[in-house]
T-cell receptor, first 115, second 116 residues
Framework: AQSVTQLGSHVSVSEGALVLLRCNYS??????LFWYVQYPNQGLQLLLK??????LVKGINGFEAEFKKSETSFHLTKPSAHMSDAAEYFC?????????????FGTGTRLLVSP | KAGVTQTPRYLIKTRGQQVTLSCSPI?????VSWYQQTPGQGLQFLFE???????NKGNFPGRFSGRQFSNSRSEMNVSTLELGDSALYLC???????????????FGAGSRLTVL
């Protein structure tokens, strides 16, 4: 079975500081990994995805993530936080193959950005 | 192009009632998945439909059911509502091709159900 672990239910940063949200995955087969963001009273929006191409993945809004197989990690980073980045972030894993492969989400990390 | 549309956005029901939620996927998307989001359990997979067939189902009781129509629109139904069914129900659509894991899910804004 696949799973993801997001370390830290809340992360606080100052505006302009580095954002680092941690995600570790468990998968018996090569995984596909995703980061989604959820703003209050909204659905989930895709930030970026890893599907076995480049290990450094660039997403929207200046976010990027690096797939590290040796560490089973897929941490999300952004060099400089903006107030508008305050939201909840979800890491998710699935796998390839025929048929349907469900997306398994982590418990989420709420990012707080202070002025 | 239009995104994933879920209706209604908010609804309040009482225990024992039933509820039907609707999801219109992005045009051309044939796969629709449903997730339940609660503060305690997080995001949990309910079921997925592709070309009117349920391909997979999560670990939910039989009170939770769904269907998909020929135009890919989907509905989910919850019968005999319980207080614990209060949640945000999210629908997501994708192309549904193979490998399915590479398909990106596009989510709707959700239907927030409150059971009193």
């Amino acid at each position: 079975a696949q799973s993801v672990t997001q370390l830290g239910s809340h992360v606080s940063v100052s505006e302009g500081a580095l954002v680092l949200l941690r995600c570790n995955y468990s998968s018996s087969v090569p995984p596909y990994l995703f980061w989604y963001v959820q703003y209050p009273n909204q659905g989930l929006q895709l930030l970026l995805k890893y599907t076995s191409a480049a290990t450094l993945v660039k997403g929207i809004n200046g976010f990027e993530a690096e797939f590290k197989k040796s560490e089973t990690s897929f941490h999300l980073t952004k060099p400089s936080a903006h107030m508008s980045d305050a939201a909840e972030y979800f890491c998710a894993v699935t796998r390839g193959g025929t048929g349907f492969q469900k997306l398994v989400f982590g418990t989420g990390t709420r990012l707080l950005v202070s002025p | 192009k239009a995104g994933v549309t879920q209706t209604p956005r908010y609804l309040i029901k009482t225990r024992g009632q039933q509820v039907t939620l609707s999801c219109s996927p992005i045009s051309g998307h044939r796969s629709v998945s449903w997730y339940q989001q609660t503060p305690g359990q997080g995001l949990q997979f309910l079921f997925e439909y592709f070309s009117e067939t349920q391909r997979n189902k999560g670990n939910f009781p039989g009170r939770f059911s769904g269907r998909q129509f020929s135009n890919s629109r989907s509905e989910m139904n919850v019968s005999t509502l319980e207080l614990g069914d209060s949640a945000l129900y999210l629908c997501a659509s994708s192309l549904g091709g193979t490998p399915s894991g590479a398909n990106v899910l596009t989510f709707g804004a959700g239907s927030r159900l409150t059971v009193l």
